[in-house]
């Protein structure tokens, strides 16, 4: 049997650097079934200079942008597109995306991503202090970073194609995390997974915020769609998402109407993971998003049916912390500490459901955690949930 | 007779980017006239990385920078230079313009362009909320903003050159306002037209705000120059401005004294047309900028008569809203609200004119027009001209 | 006798870029000792783009940063290591230095380099207005601007190689400085030159502060290294830094405690040159960093003992200011002022003393200084010397 084959694309410390590359089975073992591992820098508009490392594993293509941070930019399994439509032609590099606006919203000049990481030191709404300094701008700073690292991998025993990269979000007198990401995709599997170990590499303390924003618009989130998960607690953010509660799980037809956030504590299985579920109208197809619940305790549904020239889209959000200013999120207790050398490891896996029997399966598996608890929906933003 | 040739340099939604090219009679209909079409990126400096489409029409040369929201960087016709000696060495690639400076006029590190769009959600002198906090920096991002899509082509049956640029100003949450760009020059021609349509992508009304900076140093803009223009109403903005208005078609000496600027509504033609014209001394040569009168209602004259080292430059800026902070312009009806889907067309013709024969001509058209009515010139600045 | 040698690297005025090099003996002179001149863009990570010359005279390797205003990122010289481990992965492009972040401190996201010019329209520390307003982020512009010309040159008389940069700090109705930066290094030499002219491009006065911040970490900046100088005057800046006085010219154990600095003004030879040295410990290797004390009428001590993972490092920093916020320093008459087209120049001499021997003969140089003098080493922060 071949081992497993490994090929650095980038390795500043050793000043190594592949501008493209293009793998296949001849590379690794010729009777593995047909995949590919693509890399190239995109030219032209916001994108120019941005790497990507696009994967197919013979079902599902994957572009994943080292230069964000190892973020995931689309994806697709036959006809099902992950991913949506923002008003922006991304992949944006960083260099368009201005964070340190005045609005504190700069960031979502490069808000355009299937899975974009909100974190490291802070994630959530801006925050400005008393001095009316903004400290905190929108979501963080680890989306805008490129990695220094960045290798791939074929395995032929596992049949798994990994794709690893190491982004730093450090300086001086700051906190200093770094982030490993590893992405991995059986080859002719219909889903991946995301293995993220972030490290505190600081001989001081450092904070953590963490918040996957995985997005999804049409064909999936569309008005008559619906969102799934095994719920154990359910609180609206605002007044707006408490006039969603009634149709808490449906998406609404598109409106200029505030967004609807939810947040929730799901249910887990023995295994410690939860399920969650975008459905298309008539369950024909969708997306699941599962994670481990011991590693994420919280999860945000963002609802925002605006008309799709504005971008009807919508969030499967797994979190440590909840999308508020750091502040709030502190006097709750829900900012992590690392210490000194400490490493947490985060597991996502992400499906593409191409039929309407992988639909029922999902929400079977949905159903079954369900039973473990009643759910407790709340009517009314709560205290300790948002800021009153 | 050979069908209209078009090259696409630039597509991102395409995957497609052109490095570089040079094209030239032989790509299209050797009987043409010699000129040049040529696409490169710049290197060093604060240009590097600058995407540059560089015309040659057979007696205009032009410099159009995609990456600068499709702003012109320099022309020349003959030994006429249009453009000015900026302190910067430009063009400048976006990222080396601090626009989020708390200044409010990082703008400036990137202004050294013969022509650059002022917009488009908002143009002008910077502005802070009544919480100091930033919201408006001077003149608004599109020319620092990059063109998704840029194409040229050749028609030998109308011997037009063009130059097709689009860029979005666009994101989540915000206006999404798209700029589409043809510059187009007949071969042999010592003028070339813009026209500008801009498009609200959005399906939610959106704010345009435009002013075209064109600008002019040596040696067309120099101690003895004038200025020439139909006037209806001439407005100076300020004291520095109304103690000018006996000389305000005159360029001064070089000094260190503030900038003078005037505004002004213009007499049309029945083609809905006005004409405004710099002469250097002794009129031998100029610059002539036409436009649309019903397109632009108004027109700034800038005087910045700084020694040459700071930059003795002019302004001739045809505009739909003069250059004051976007609040007291909103509350003076001049911003424009474009309905979804709408798109406003913006056409501007620039003339080198080589000859005392061609300025001659020119300030023909223009005394030609000021006969339609006697001009109003006031000498001090008026309510709904400027704050008070 | 060959002529000395010289290659434009960049030259945006000449529309000249020279991508990569890589010069040597046989490129001049056969006869010459081994050396090498070499040209390249580093790829990937936050240094993705950046533009470095490395050198090698035989003796020491340099890598200068025309991206990075012509700053020194490392050097080494046998086994001494000159600079330092940040936790950035540098040199890091300007575009991934947010200094216009509201903290003002921004400029450290790109804080990894031996030897970082702060200046020139301001250094030290960052300042806002009483309107809240960040007018001077930290240590100013020039380390984050790109050099608009560079050359090498090899002179085989004298048996110098050199790299000249040209970088500008200019902009519309602001400061217009031009540093032009030539660093020579004879073939064999564990030392070179740093010789930088500042000249003032503006017709109008200009403002000018400037401090050379030279950084070393291990092994030369580890527990039990030691500082020396001739003092004239030692002035701890604050309360920390008094505390430090008994122990000023010592490198204590790591710690998570503040910064300690010092101010001094040296003691000068009849040339008007003075040296400055850090020794490793037991004075087995070092680095002694010497100047012309007219240039630079003081000195900065900077001594941030953390532990490794977070920074232990020094800087050795002549100075024409204090890195105190800029208002503080034009009250006290530090802030320089270059009448138009006023050129001021400031030479540092930097060695790699790689030997017992070479510390002890820069220990005797500075004796010989302090000869001069008996020191007046203040016990607390002086008035004039750091606010009060």
């Known amino acids: 049997m071949t081992q497993k084959k490994t090929w650095t694309l980038t390795d500043v410390d050793r000043d190594a650097y592949v501008s493209s590359c293009n793998l296949g089975p001849a590379d690794v073992d010729r009777d593995l079934v047909p995949f590919s591992i693509r890399k190239r820098t995109l030219r032209g508009g916001v994108r120019d200079g941005v790497d990507v490392v696009e994967i197919d594993n013979g079902a599902l293509k994957l572009a994943v942008v080292p230069t964000r941070g190892m973020g995931i930019h689309r994806a697709s399994c036959g006809d099902v597109q992950l991913g949506w439509q923002s008003p922006v032609h991304g992949p944006v590099h960083p260099r368009y995306v201005p964070q340190d606006e005045a609005s504190g919203i700069g960031w979502l000049s490069g808000f355009d991503e299937f899975l974009v990481r909100c ?20 979501h963080g700073r680890i989306a805008n970073l490129p990695a220094h690292y960045v290798e791939v991998s074929v395995d032929p025993a596992t049949r798994e194609l990994e794709v690893v990269g190491i982004v730093d979000e450090a300086r001086m007198f700051s906190n200093k995390l770094r982030l490993k990401s590893t992405l991995r995709a059986t ?64 998406y609404p037809p598109a ?63 797994p979190c440590i912390n909840l999308p508020h200013v750091k502040s709030f999120e502190k006097s709750q207790g829900r900012v992590a500490v690392l210490q000194p050398g400490e490493t947490r490891r985060f597991d996502i896996r992400i ?6 029997d992988a639909v029922a399966k999902s929400q079977a598996e949905i159903d079954a955690l369900q039973k473990r608890a009643t759910p407790t929906i709340h009517q009314e933003p709560q205290r300790g949930w948002s800021p009153m």
């Open 119 to 138: 974190g490291l030191e802070y994630c959530g709404a801006p925050e400005w202090n008393d001095a009316g300094k903004l400290i905190h701008p929108l």
């Open 255 to 317: 409106a200029h109407a505030p967004e609807m956030v939810h947040f929730f504590e799901l249910l887990a299985g023995d295994d410690g993971w939860t399920k969650t579920m975008l459905a298309a109208p008539g369950d024909k197809q969708g997306l699941a998003v599962s994670f481990d619940r011991r590693q994420f305790p919280l999860f945000t549904l963002w609802k925002n049916p605006l008309p799709a020239a504005d971008g009807y889209v919508t969030g499967l959000e």
């Open 351 to 356: 499906e593409a459901l191409t039929t309407p």
């Open 187 to 250: 080859l002719g599997s219909p889903s991946f997974t995301v293995t993220d170990e972030i490290t505190n590499l600081s001989s001081a303390p450092g904070e953590l915020e963490l918040l996957y924003h995985i997005n999804q618009g049409a064909p999936l989130a569309v008005p008559g769609s619906r969102f799934a998960a095994a719920v154990q607690t359910l609180v609206p953010k605002d007044a707006a998402a408490a006039r969603d509660i009634p149709t808490w799980s449906k």
